[in-house]
Every structure is written in C-alpha cells, then in structure tokens.
C-alpha cells in the first residue's frame, strides 16, 4: 500500500472524506460566510454608527443616492481582492505547488477577518475585506483543480460540486448567525462576533492542509515522478506497483508529452490549433459569466435587502424569510451531488438555466406591484425560494468542476484562475451595482437576469460536450481529437455510444497509447 506519513495513515476513500471535511468544507464556507458576510449586517443601527458613510437605513434622498453607492462598493471590494487572488493563481498555483498556495490563502482570510471584526472606521474594514478576498479569490480557483487532480474520474463530479454545497453552508450559517446576533438589538456585539466566528473556519484550514497528498499531476508536471506516484497510489487506497496506479500515471505523463510546445504561454488559450484552446478558455469564460449574471450572487448577498427594500417587510422578518431561503438553497445542493454524476455536466446545467429563467421572470412581475399588494410579496418571496431551487443544481459547483476538467495540465491552473477571475469579476459588477439598481429600476432589474440566464440551455446543448466519466486525460484528448470546436458534441456523443457498445472489449485509443507509453518507462528502467 501507499505511504502512512499522511493524516493517521488514512488511504483512499477514508483519505478522501477527510479531506472534504477539512480542507474542501472550510475553503468554500469561508466563499460562502464571507461574501455574504455583511448583506445582513449593514442595516444593523451599531453597524449604521459606527460608519455612517454607508447607511441607507436613516437616510434619504440624495444622501441615500449617494451612500448606496459607497455600500455597493465597500460590499464589492471584497470581490476586487478575490478576483485579483484567482488571477494570481495562474502563476502561484503552477509556481508553489497547489497545497502551499491554499495554505497561504488561509493565512489572508485570517487575517482579513481578525481586520474586520476590530475595525472602528471604513478605511481599516476595507482593507481587511480585500484582504479576505484576495484569500478567498485564491481558495475558489485553486481547491477544485486540487480536488480534480486527486479525485478518480467515476465520483469525480460528487466530490468537486460539493464546493457549491459547502458555499450554501456559508450562506446559511452566516444568516442564521447575523439573525442570532441581531436579537441583541444593540451595540457591536450585534456585527462583530458574526464576523469573526469566520475565523475558526480558517484555522480549520491553515493547520489541516499539509496532512493531505500533493497533486500527483502537479508533481509529475514538476518532474517529482516517484512523489506523485506515492502520492497516487494513498489517493487510490492501493499499492503503488498496482497496475492501476501504473496505467494512471503513463496517462498523465502521456498528456503532458503530448501537450508539451516549448514554453507554455498564456497567450496559447486564444489560440485554437489542434488542443482547441481558445475554443475550451470561451467555455470557461461563458460558464462563470452565466453562473453571476444568471442572479445568483442577487439572491444570495442581497435577500435581507430584497426582502426588506424590495418588498417593505420588517427587518426582523427579512432576516428569518433570508435565513429560511439559504437554508433551502442549501438543501437544494443535495440535488447536484446525486445528479451530477447521473446525467452528467449538460443536463444539471441545461437543467438549472431553464429553471432560473422562469424565476426571475415571475419575481420580476411580482415585484413590479406596490409594496402594499399581500399577495404579489407572497409570490416574490416564494419565487425566490424556488430560484434557490434551481441554482444549485447547475450553477454552484459544476461550475468550478467543469472548467476544471476541460484544461489541459500544463494550462490548467491559469485557465481555471482566469475563468475563476472572470467569475469575481460580473461577481463585482452584480454587488455594485445592484443596491442602486434596487433604488432606482426595481422590479426592471431582474429582466435581466432572466434574459441571460435563457441563454444557458441553448449556448450549453450546441457548445458543451459532455464529460462525466472520464478521465482529466480522456477529456483532454477528446478536444484534440474532435474535428472542429463545432463538432465536438456531436463527436463525444458519438464516441460515448462507440465505447459503450465496445466497453470491455476493446480500449480507447488513449488507454492504448498510455499502455504502450508504460510498456517503453519499463523497459527504460
């Protein structure tokens, strides 16, 4: 069997659950807990005191113009910092190693949040909240590569789109938490100890990280080759001559011998050649914009507000109808972890867009009655509760999992950073923008959502193909193989049915290449 140096000699599955519970659980509640962090906060009367510049509470008119948009913005830099963390991963990630990188990431939202809670003026809680993003930013584009390069290919989408499942926890805690706080009625005891609590979470990560293996494919990529094969052979719970971890590492030196041109540019990701990567980058791109301006980071950050601005409810019942909805969403996640390895990326996307769409829809008729009609606010919030139905299911993890898996190794890290970074980036625009747009355009706001997110089933059925099953090396070479960025849907559908009416008879041309590839290693040792 594989090495014990690793947390209590744990190999395998058992190795694998344990890093959900410590690494991936905190990494995406802290996404969660602190994006949402202080939407529920900033109508709290000690939070108004203590910086005036953003109250739009106890203020009207122009001043209330004008302080929304600092709020907008003083929500949003969280988001500036994060997108600048993502980016940074392009390089770090490659640079460090994955495990170094999240540890330092850890160490930022530590110190960001110790920031936050202590902070007496706006400047200090600005800075510590681009502090947090920048560790958050660094968390969301690196741990589901990590997850990706550690995972097998058959429960590979069960254990990256439990990210969207522990952001919904986040959420859920965060409000349920700010709710608890709030009954204090005064004093800072009602918006300090929620954010601090977020603190525990990123201790959880810093001291757990270098329990757990190094991506095997980020140490061959750095030419570590009896490393990765170690670490390969814990992650799989087997030894490490097994034939399996043997066929699995050919595989992935295979790639990267394939996919080696010199120097690795980023500049290669607008080019399409034979790897197709501009073609592959243009998905990432499209699937983060979707997964933001589709409305769920609205719903999410904003639905105190929405509730309470929006739809004139008290601020004691927004926080329990907020509250209540997250918890939902959170549930909802459920749904995504059964599906997304049983009909596959297309469906749950395809699926989840159709659904958002309609949501938005409705909440836009409901919401463009006055604030006075029973039944319309009824209908509002009950459509916000069944858009956080849909969400999850498509669009709060498979995400991060499919721009994950269609990189190849060498470029994987920048194009998962950059598309990560475009995420932040309409994630910046959405917080900014939208107390404003509340204030100003109302119930018009959400036409927009729901336009975009009907863009998602056509875009994902001609564009998407399909990846569920197989291996980061057989996706890999799926785009190579294809005859144009086109035609690849219609050709992995046709390969699919190909080595299903083959599947146990003859190997695919990758597991053919990659068995001669580990036949000429052996007979080079």
Excluded at 97 to 116: D, K, P, Q, S, W
Excluded at 347 to 372: E, H
Excluded at 423 to 430: D, G, K, P, S, Y
Aim: hydrophobic share 45%; with cysteine.
């Amino acid at each position: 069997m594989g090495s014990s140096k690793f947390i209590g000699g744990l190999q395998g599955h058992a190795l694998s659950r344990l890093q959900t519970a410590l690494i991936v659980a905190p990494s995406f509640i802290l996404f969660g807990y602190n994006q949402a962090g202080i939407g529920g906060l900033i109508t709290e009367d000690d939070w108004s005191a203590t910086f005036p510049q953003i109250d739009t509470v106890h203020t009207s008119g122009s001043e209330k113009s004008k302080n929304s948009t600092l709020q907008g913005f003083v929500v949003a830099v969280f988001v500036i910092g994060a997108l600048f963390g993502s980016l940074s991963c392009s390089y770090t990630g490659d640079k460090y190693g994955r495990r170094n990188v999240i540890f330092f990431a850890g160490i930022c939202t530590l110190i960001g949040e110790i920031l936050e809670a202590s902070a007496f003026g706006l400047p200090q809680f600005i800075v510590g909240r681009v502090i947090v993003g920048l560790g958050v930013g660094q968390l969301s584009s690196l741990v589901p590569v990590w997850q990706s390069e550690t995972s097998g290919a058959k429960n590979r989408g069960r254990h990256v789109v439990l990210d969207g499942l522990f952001i919904c926890l986040g959420y859920v805690l965060e409000s349920w938490i700010d709710l608890g706080f709030f009954e204090f009625k005064k004093g800072p005891v009602t918006w300090r100890p929620p954010i601090a609590i977020a603190c525990i979470f990123s201790l959880v990560l810093i001291t757990s990280i270098y329990m757990f293996p190094e991506s095997p494919r980020w140490l061959i990529m750095t030419n570590k080759t009896e490393q990765a094969r170690e670490n390969l052979a814990v992650l799989r719970g087997l030894h490490e001559d097994d034939e399996e971890v043997r066929s699995e590492i050919a595989m992935i030196e295979l790639s990267l011998e394939m996919t080696a041109t010199g120097s690795t540019k980023l500049s290669h990701l607008l080019k399409m050649g034979e790897d197709k990567l501009a073609y592959r980058f243009g998905l990432c791109i499209l699937l983060q914009f979707y997964q933001q301006m589709s409305g769920s980071n609205l719903i999410s950050v904003y639905a105190p507000i929405l509730f309470q601005q929006n739809l004139g409810l008290s601020s004691e019942l927004s926080r329990v109808l907020s509250g209540g909805a997250l918890t939902w969403k959170f549930l909802s996640s459920f749904l995504a972890f059964v599906a997304i390895d049983r009909f596959g990326r297309r469906a749950v996307f395809i699926f989840s867009g159709i659904g958002m769409s309609c949501c938005m829809i409705a909440l836009a008729i409901a919401t463009s009655f006055p604030t006075t009609n029973r039944s319309s606010q009824i209908a509002a919030g009950c459509f916000i509760y069944l858009y956080n139905t849909f969400v999850p299911i498509g669009f709060l993890g498979a995400n991060f999992l499919y721009c994950a898996e269609i990189a190849p190794l060498r470029l994987r890290m920048a194009m998962s950073s950059i598309s990560t970074a475009n995420h932040w980036a309409w994630n910046f625009l959405v917080t900014m923008i939208t107390p404003l747009a509340i204030n100003s355009i109302g119930w018009q706001y959400y036409i927009v959502f729901a336009t975009i997110a009907a863009c998602v089933p056509v875009s994902v059925y001609f564009l998407f193909p399909e990846t569920m099953g197989r291996s980061l090396e057989e996706i890999d070479l799926m785009f190579k193989e294809s005859p144009s960025a086109w035609g690849t849907v219609q050709f992995e559908k046709q390969s699919r049915k190909l080595e299903e009416r083959n599947r146990g008879s003859v190997p695919s041309g990758f597991e053919k290449s990659a068995a001669k590839h580990a036949e000429m290693k052996d007979i080079e040792d």
